[in-house]
């Protein structure tokens, strides 16, 4: 099983930038598919990004493209979410997520989950 942490939030003004962070440890068979979601209380978890396992393909909620970026780097196990020009309504606790699949998306039924950290956009 894999357990994932995730660092980086904090508050910060809008237009302003962040990067997240998100430590994997333990092991799996398989390659697994790497991805962030956001929740605030009252609403709905909001798919936010997606990474396969070689980084060849990436996707984005339309909230967020074109001002977010997610990376990975497995030799240091670890995933990141460069997040720019950031926004009011991107407030939320920003969650880790992992899959022993080759693809997230936003309807999708992930094996692990970190913790969350939350990220909190002044306007």
């Known amino acids: 099983q894999l357990r994932l942490v995730e660092s980086g939030g904090g508050l910060v003004q809008a237009g302003g930038s962040l990067r997240l962070s998100c430590a994997v440890s333990g092991r799996i068979a398989r390659t697994y598919a790497m991805g962030w979601f956001r929740q605030d209380p009252g609403k709905e978890r909001e798919f936010v990004a997606a990474?396969?396992?070689?980084?060849?393909?990436?996707y984005y909620s339309d909230s967020v493209k074109g001002r977010f970026a997610i990376s990975r780097d497995n030799a240091k196990n670890t995933v990141y979410l460069q997040m720019n020009d950031l926004k009011p309504d991107d407030t939320a606790v920003y969650y880790c997520a992992a899959d022993d699949s080759d693809y997230i998306g936003p309807q999708s039924v992930v094996d692990y989950w970190g913790l969350g950290t939350q990220v909190t956009v002044s306007s």
């Open positions: 990474i396969n396992w070689s980084s060849t393909r990436t």
